[in-house]
């Protein structure tokens, strides 16, 4: 019989390897979806007649109650959210009900139609927030710096406390930065590597960015999603960092990306105090020595610059059809 798999976010960057992932493994994948005005599918276009799609909305608890009784679920994946740390200011109370209190829906939806699943909540780096211990793994103190982070924090201890409350299967995954073509327009690696193709095309004459100092540990997206898989595997749920272990600056990504094209940086971004945050993860470095030695995952598959530089093809090779 087929594993069958309920994943939220199936539309989103890493919902969308996921469920590439789970169909190659042989998975009946149902994929929770929010009924929009104008679907945008971009990211699942190529496997959306493999999945089983089922609406819902995080902020339904009787639409994921229903969405767990069609899927039956083995194993369920919590990663959908409102995932972009920029807005959670201007919207902290939709990210703290979506991102913060959804969890608690689909943990309830979980616990009381199929308990017998095991249960993967995507968690965050960004709980860390400010610098208290580098590098950081899974016994560092959290200090959350934005609505979203707070609201991250808030499922992580939701999901923590159902393991402990209901003997669960329960997962959280604590993820750093990771990044593919398929990332949102708006987070700043692709928000570099689509001007960096525009540029070089001549469709766009400068860049600007926020905080150029601020530090990251960035993976690749595909590589991530084996580890929410592989941490479903194991005997009992448990909490893992899944990191590369090294850090970069935006400043440093923007350097690679440019020269990759043979432009230099300085040329064309630009300071605008309007991406500034109201107040800043300066520095995050994740240890991952967790996950390689329980989960047997590998953090270096696929390196800085291979990441920033497959991202700048992708680009360039969507805004060429655009343009043509
Ligand atoms: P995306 O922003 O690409 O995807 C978010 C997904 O959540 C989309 O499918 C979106 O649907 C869905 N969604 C948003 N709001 C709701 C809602 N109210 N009800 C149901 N679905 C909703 O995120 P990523 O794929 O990058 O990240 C996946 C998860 O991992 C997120 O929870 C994110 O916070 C977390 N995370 C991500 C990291 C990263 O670096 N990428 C690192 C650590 C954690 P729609 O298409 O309709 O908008
Ligand atoms: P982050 O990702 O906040 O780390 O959250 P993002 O790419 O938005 O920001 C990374 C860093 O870059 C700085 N920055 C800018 N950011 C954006 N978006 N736009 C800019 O113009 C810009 N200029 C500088 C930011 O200040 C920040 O320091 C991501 C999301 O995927 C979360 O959902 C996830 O939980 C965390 O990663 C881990």
Redesign the pocket.
């Known amino acids: 019989m087929a594993k069958r798999a309920l994943v939220t976010g199936v539309t989103g960057q890493d919902g969308s390897y996921l469920a590439e992932l789970l169909l190659e493994k042989g998975y009946k994948v149902y994929g929770l979806r929010r009924r929009t005005s104008t679907p945008i599918t971009t990211n699942i276009e190529h496997i959306k007649n493999e999945i089983e799609f089922i609406d819902g909305d995080l902020l339904d608890v009787s639409s994921l109650i229903n969405a767990n009784r069609i899927a039956k679920p083995d194993e369920i994946y919590n990663l959908a ?1 409102q ?4 807005s959670s200011w201007e919207q902290p109370l939709l990210t703290g009900q979506v991102t913060g209190l959804g969890v608690t829906n689909m943990l309830e939806a979980y616990r009381l139609t199929s308990p017998e699943a095991k249960f993967y909540q995507a968690s ?3 709980m860390f927030g400010k610098v208290v211990e580098v590098p950081q793994k899974e016994s560092t103190p959290f200090y959350p710096r ?1 609505p ?1 982070g707070v609201a ?1 924090l808030y499922g992580h201890w939701a999901t923590v406390n159902h393991r402990e409350s209901y003997d669960l299967y329960a997962c959280s995954g604590i ?3 990771h990044e593919s073509p398929r990332r949102g327009i ?4 692709r ?1 570099i590597t689509d001007a960096v193709a525009r540029i070089k095309l001549g469709v766009q004459q400068e860049l ?5 100092d ?1 530090k ?1 540990d960035w993976g690749f997206a595909k590589d991530y999603v084996e580890c929410m898989w592989l941490m479903l595997q194991q005997e009992s749920g448990d909490d893992y960092v899944i990191a590369t272990g090294e850090t970069y600056s ?1 400043r440093e990504f923007c350097k690679i990306a440019f020269e990759y094209v043979g432009l230099n940086y300085e040329d064309y971004v630009v300071v ?1 105090p309007k ?3 109201a107040a ?2 300066d520095l ?1 470095i994740g240890d991952p020595q967790k996950s390689i030695s329980k989960l047997g995952w590998n953090p270096r598959k696929t390196s800085f610059e291979k990441l920033v530089k497959m991202m700048v093809d992708s680009d360039i090779a969507r805004i060429e059809k655009e343009i043509r």
Do not use: I, P, Q, W
């Open positions: 959210a995932s972009f740390v920029g965050s780096s960004e934005s979203y991250k993820l750093f930065n708006e987070f700043v690696t928000k600007r960015l926020g905080n150029l601020a990251r935006v605008d991406f500034f945050r800043e993860v995050l």
